[in-house]
């Protein structure tokens, strides 16, 4: 009987290096308030953001991911060339079709490493965490570029009170490849499709197509019932990744989750329970919510803050619309 | 067991005690959470979900609109 080679890879994997890219333009609470009829003060108490970042016009969602991509490639020691698969964590990719990894790894001088999309909003880069640490541990790939970005500024809507505001545009990349000890848990993931309508476009593409007057498609979510899930049912996804590493809560540094809303993070840490010692990231007051680069950005952030050093075991947990969530222990770069 | 609706209030006032910092005794079932508590959609939120564990019921979340005053949430709470 004929057998068939299968590859085997790397037992461990390990974030190699880290880039991101804000939006170039930093949007003030002030610039909003008035299409949604609110205040600075309101919007501080509502979701922790003082400022966003936002890019101009003519910045693609691929020149953030490009900028980041770079950077995290240069900073792993390797070449575009090392890259062996590119994943594009996006929902603001202005096209179906090609996806948006493709046009990424040609244009970072990657080509030919595979390259694909995943649709996974604000999980996304733990989604793709997950993949890439799987990717290296079977031999599919020896370094795999992570990529989570997003022009969420293409797709608001300035007279929306539900979630237009929070939305910034940036991009975070990490490259992931082997390691002489375990750099990565085991992710922890899922989904709850039945919670489908709580986050999304306003209509659908056909839609537009089809009734003619339909809005151009922006963002919206039911905010509260978005609150009480996030808050309250990924506390347990959370301590499931703790878990899962092998390891307590004590022995997490820094908890950096999807920056969403603070009241959202101030929330989890309560029902997670974590130790008082854990570093919390809160880019998200300075950045806004930038779906899927909000966790990378929030890990850069820490790290060139002196809040945490290169070798701290971090919780890192995306969630969103989907519903989709996944979490992982992590050593930071 | 059922609780009584005295048992519901107390217990009810103690999470909003918990989540604000407003004193039990200002939770009383004619006050609007929203217009005499000042609690807002995220906390209203919280409170529901930590009395979903404190009473073991289920308040959905397209009922919450309808909890206007403590009353309101506590004749619903004895009543599930």
Redesign the interface.
């Given at each position: 009987m004929t057998t068939l080679n299968v590859r085997r890879g790397a037992e461990f994997t390990r974030i190699l290096g880290l880039g991101v890219a804000r939006g170039e333009n930093l949007v003030p609470n002030d610039d909003l308030i008035e299409p949604i009829n609110s205040s600075d003060e309101w919007i501080r108490?509502?979701t922790g953001i003082a400022t966003r970042v936002r890019a101009g016009k003519d910045t693609s969602v691929i020149d953030l991911s490009e900028r980041a991509a770079r950077d995290a490639i240069a900073q792993a020691g390797l070449e575009p060339s090392d890259i062996d698969a590119v994943i594009l964590s996006t929902i603001t990719f202005p096209h179906i079709t090609p996806g948006g990894a493709p046009v990424l790894a040609d244009r970072i001088g990657a080509t030919p490493a595979a390259a694909f999309d995943i649709s996974a909003a604000c999980a996304g880069y733990c989604y793709g965490i997950g993949q890439a640490d799987a990717l290296v541990r079977s031999g599919a790939a020896r370094h795999v570029l992570v990529v989570g970005a997003e022009k969420m500024s293409d797709f608001v809507d300035p007279a929306d009170r539900s979630i237009s505001y929070l939305l910034g545009d940036a991009a975070g990349a990490v490259v992931i490849g082997a390691s002489e000890t375990a750099g990565i848990g085991p992710t922890v993931w899922g989904s709850d499709g039945g919670g489908a309508e709580l986050i999304g476009q306003t209509s659908s593409w056909l839609d537009v197509r089809d009734n003619p007057g339909t809005p151009f498609p922006t963002l919206r979510q039911?905010?509260?019932?978005v609150?009480?899930w996030a808050?309250?049912k990924m506390a347990p996804v959370a301590l499931q990744a703790i878990e899962a590493a092998g390891v307590a809560p004590d022995d997490i540094q820094v908890f950096i989750p999807h920056q969403a809303n603070v009241?959202i993070i101030d929330?989890m840490v309560k029902q997670i329970g974590l130790p008082e010692h854990v570093v919390v990231a809160k880019d998200i007051v300075d950045s806004g919510n930038t779906s899927a680069a909000s966790i990378p950005l929030a890990t850069e952030r820490v790290l060139r803050d002196g809040d945490a050093r290169s070798g701290d075991l971090a919780l890192q947990i995306g969630f969103g619309a989907g519903l989709v969530y996944a979490a992982q222990v992590v050593v930071l770069p | 067991m059922a609780l009584s609706k005295d048992e519901v209030l107390a217990g009810l006032a103690e999470i909003v005690n918990e989540e604000t910092d407003i004193d039990v005794a200002e939770v009383t079932a004619e006050k609007s959470f929203t217009d005499d508590l000042d609690i807002?959609?995220?906390s209203?939120?919280?409170i529901?979900?930590l009395a979903e564990e404190k009473f073991d019921v289920r308040i959905p979340?397209e009922k919450?609109k309808d909890l206007v005053t403590v009353g309101d949430a506590v004749d619903y709470i004895a009543n599930a």
């Amino acid at each position: 009987m004929t057998t068939l080679n299968v590859r085997r890879g790397a037992e461990f994997t390990r974030i190699l290096g880290l880039g991101v890219a804000r939006g170039e333009n930093l949007v003030p609470n002030d610039d909003l308030i008035e299409p949604i009829n609110s205040s600075d003060e309101w919007i501080r108490k509502m979701t922790g953001i003082a400022t966003r970042v936002r890019a101009g016009k003519d910045t693609s969602v691929i020149d953030l991911s490009e900028r980041a991509a770079r950077d995290a490639i240069a900073q792993a020691g390797l070449e575009p060339s090392d890259i062996d698969a590119v994943i594009l964590s996006t929902i603001t990719f202005p096209h179906i079709t090609p996806g948006g990894a493709p046009v990424l790894a040609d244009r970072i001088g990657a080509t030919p490493a595979a390259a694909f999309d995943i649709s996974a909003a604000c999980a996304g880069y733990c989604y793709g965490i997950g993949q890439a640490d799987a990717l290296v541990r079977s031999g599919a790939a020896r370094h795999v570029l992570v990529v989570g970005a997003e022009k969420m500024s293409d797709f608001v809507d300035p007279a929306d009170r539900s979630i237009s505001y929070l939305l910034g545009d940036a991009a975070g990349a990490v490259v992931i490849g082997a390691s002489e000890t375990a750099g990565i848990g085991p992710t922890v993931w899922g989904s709850d499709g039945g919670g489908a309508e709580l986050i999304g476009q306003t209509s659908s593409w056909l839609d537009v197509r089809d009734n003619p007057g339909t809005p151009f498609p922006t963002l919206r979510q039911e905010g509260p019932s978005v609150f009480k899930w996030a808050s309250f049912k990924m506390a347990p996804v959370a301590l499931q990744a703790i878990e899962a590493a092998g390891v307590a809560p004590d022995d997490i540094q820094v908890f950096i989750p999807h920056q969403a809303n603070v009241r959202i993070i101030d929330q989890m840490v309560k029902q997670i329970g974590l130790p008082e010692h854990v570093v919390v990231a809160k880019d998200i007051v300075d950045s806004g919510n930038t779906s899927a680069a909000s966790i990378p950005l929030a890990t850069e952030r820490v790290l060139r803050d002196g809040d945490a050093r290169s070798g701290d075991l971090a919780l890192q947990i995306g969630f969103g619309a989907g519903l989709v969530y996944a979490a992982q222990v992590v050593v930071l770069p | 067991m059922a609780l009584s609706k005295d048992e519901v209030l107390a217990g009810l006032a103690e999470i909003v005690n918990e989540e604000t910092d407003i004193d039990v005794a200002e939770v009383t079932a004619e006050k609007s959470f929203t217009d005499d508590l000042d609690i807002d959609s995220l906390s209203m939120m919280t409170i529901v979900t930590l009395a979903e564990e404190k009473f073991d019921v289920r308040i959905p979340d397209e009922k919450v609109k309808d909890l206007v005053t403590v009353g309101d949430a506590v004749d619903y709470i004895a009543n599930a």
